[in-house]
């Protein structure tokens, strides 16, 4: 099972906001942008409309006076919780295309540059 991690610095990102913003997603820790692979909204998509089609001949059996309305409803509602649902699940987090231009604050090897090197004391 994919656990949706930052792929920069392994923090875990909650399930439900993959789910709610699967298209940008902002690294808690580092910042990073990241979005859900499509191959996930894919999988979540397909179970929601299997989960729906499923809802949908089980309840259309019945022979009630709502007959005819019912079985869409319940297929509608079948889809609207079960794709959120699997794409928590299954939600795979990769690098978005940044939007700003990117800048390499995250190098694991940065050789003393910042604090102590500058014997500027004035
Ligand atoms: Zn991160």
Do not use: Q
């Not at 920069?8 to 859900?36: F, M, Y």
């Not at 709502?66 to 959120?84: E, K």
């Not at 699997?86 to 995250?106: F, W, Y």
Request: aromatic share 4%.
């Amino acid at each position: 099972m994919a656990v949706r991690m930052c792929p920069h610095c392994k923090t875990e990102i909650s399930a439900p906001e993959a789910a709610a913003r699967s298209n940008d997603i902002e690294c808690p820790k580092c910042g990073t942008r990241l979005e859900v692979a499509s191959g996930s909204r894919t999988i979540s998509t397909l179970a929601g409309l299997a989960a729906g089609a499923i809802v949908w001949r089980l309840s259309n059996g019945s022979t009630s006076d709502l007959g005819g309305v019912l079985p869409t409803l319940y297929a509608f509602l079948a889809f609207g919780f079960v794709s959120p649902l699997v794409l928590m699940l299954t939600a795979n987090l990769r690098n978005a295309p940044p939007l700003l231009a990117p800048e390499p604050a995250h190098a694991p090897d940065s050789t003393g540059h910042g604090a102590g090197g500058h014997g500027g004391h004035h």
